[in-house]
């Protein structure tokens, strides 16, 4: 393997805990609210830094700028998709945890 | 060290695969249901890719979670509130355990006896040697367009009938969202249109030499214009006049149909496309089958013939 | 490969089983689309035993996947009218 590519792979390996941890609050945290914000460090540091890391494991500019566009839209989709969540959590009359 | 590896990933999807299933069927409540099912369409189009049938893989991804999700969704939103939340079943699943565990255990055994027993011999040999002929390079997309096209046409008559059922059923079941919740919805929807364009186009014309084609292009269409259209966007054709929709709907049939009498006229028989003109023929009907894929698949969420006017009535 | 021709056997009987168990009827169409993809799943991986890697049953699965599709959505209108409980008119 090449220089890149060990950077790529540990770039995704670095990714890994941010899905971890994403999951672990997805399951653990006690609202809505949180729930969403536990999400998001999986969604936009983790698969950054996964197809990142992929990107440069391929060496390929054409992958690594499908990977980044996929990533781009990712992030617009979880926020979103987020957004709506929450919304509709708060006109169904949630109230945030410890408020 | 990679064999074990790749073992275990099998395994795991096995399992998930099997679980999502299970759930999707006997969950409480059916939010959780449905949910799950998706989830299930998105796995399988992992597990086609482990079984090197990406295109199936591609598809998978565009409809099984993109396309049936919207419809079971919408479909649930107009459920009574009773039927959402009635527990499965406990009485069907104790006995289910031990009957569906006999019933799984005797068949998988049985199955896969017969399965290995059989020889396979396949068509790949036929499709190889009749590829340099078809006009493309993506051997899948040689079956689906030039050797078996007429399976294709058969299939989007299909679909064509399976929209009008649901229109001679009545008009539309569910409506766009009647306010939009999020500020940035509408917003997304203008961003992915464009978006949706070109990727379809994209998958469309590798389909002639990778993992692509009119399938799952007009598919990712189809689900895209759902998308967009619960996003808060309105088509520019109403239900008011409905020879545009009758138009576009059929489009893929009738160019399918022309195309397969039509060099019926040059003393060829049905769908015998002239050798060297059989990669035009191809992408001419590709367009023409993607699109109508998409504009069936829209048709199809919407859950019946389309309004007068879209969502007038909401408009603030 | 084996492995996944035991998923396709056992999915085919979870759904055939939910399609009978099942009391609510979406859930009927949701064990009827578990068995199509197992189905899919038989063809794609008999076609991958195949001597030469064979396409027909890739395109056939295709053309399967978008049936289904067709017959999931008049089921779901179907079931969305039962629940309603009307023919044509939409007043409710």
Redesign the interface.
């Known amino acids: 393997m090449t220089a890149l590519a060990w950077v790529g792979a540990s770039l995704v390996a670095l990714g890994v805990p941010f899905f971890l941890l994403g999951t672990l609050g997805l399951l653990r945290f006690p609202d809505v609210f949180t729930r969403l914000h536990a999400l998001a460090k999986a969604d936009n540091v983790g698969l950054g830094l996964v197809c990142f890391g992929l990107g440069l494991h391929s060496g390929s500019l054409a992958h690594a700028l499908k990977l980044a566009l996929i990533w781009l839209?990712m992030v617009?989709?979880s926020?979103?998709g987020a957004?709506?969540v929450a919304?509709?959590a708060i006109?169904r009359g949630v109230k945030p945890w410890g408020v | 060290m990679m064999a074990w590896a790749i073992t275990a990933f099998d395994a795991l999807l096995v399992a998930l695969l099997l679980w999502l299933a299970w759930q999707a069927i006997h969950a409480d409540g059916l939010f959780r249901a449905v949910i799950s099912f998706m989830v299930f369409g998105l796995l399988m189009a992992v597990a086609w890719v482990r079984l090197d049938a990406p295109d199936v893989a591609l598809a998978e991804a565009a409809i099984g979670a993109g396309v049936t999700g919207a419809l079971l969704l919408s479909a649930l939103g107009r459920l009574p509130e009773r039927d959402k939340e009635a527990p499965a079943d406990r009485r069907a699943r104790g006995l289910a355990a031990v009957g569906l565990a006999a019933l799984a255990l005797g068949g998988a055994t049985a199955l896969a006896t017969i399965a290995w027993a059989l020889p396979a011999p396949g068509l790949g040999r036929e499709v190889t040697e009749a590829l340099p002929k078809s006009g493309v390079d993506n051997p899948v997309t040689a079956v689906l367009l030039n050797i078996r096209a007429f399976d294709t046409l058969l299939e989007i008559g299909v679909l064509l009938l399976a929209v009008i059922a649901t229109w001679a059923l009545g008009p539309m079941q569910w409506s766009a969202p009647a306010r939009v919740m999020s500020p940035a919805l509408p917003v997304l929807g203008r961003l992915l249109f464009p978006m949706f364009v070109l990727v379809s186009a994209y998958v469309l014309w590798r389909g002639g030499h990778a993992p692509g084609g009119a399938f799952p292009a007009g598919a990712l269409m189809g689900a895209g214009g759902v998308l967009v259209f619960f996003a808060g966007a309105k088509p520019w054709i109403t239900g008011a006049e409905l020879d545009p929709w009758r138009w576009l709907l059929s489009l893929g049939l009738v160019a399918m149909l022309v195309a397969a009498v039509g060099v019926g006229a040059t003393g060829r028989s049905f769908f015998e496309y002239p050798v060297d003109l059989a990669g035009l023929f191809i992408l001419a009907l590709e367009v023409a089958a993607a699109l109508s894929i998409a504009i069936l698949l829209f048709a199809l969420c919407l859950g019946g013939r389309p309004p007068h006017r879209w969502g007038s009535e909401d408009e603030a | 490969m084996s492995l996944y021709a035991v998923l396709a056997a056992a999915l085919f009987f979870l759904g055939l089983h939910g399609l009978f168990a099942a009391r609510h009827m979406l859930r009927k169409i949701l064990a009827l689309n578990v068995m199509t993809a197992a189905v899919f799943l038989l063809l794609v991986v008999l076609a991958e035993r195949a001597d030469v890697a064979d396409s027909v049953p890739h395109a056939m699965v295709l053309t399967g996947i978008v049936i289904s599709v067709g017959v999931t959505a008049v089921a779901v209108i179907l079931v969305v009218h039962l629940a309603h409980g009307r023919g044509r008119d939409r007043g409710d």
């Open positions: 839209l617009i989709a926020a979103v957004g709506l919304r509709a006109a």
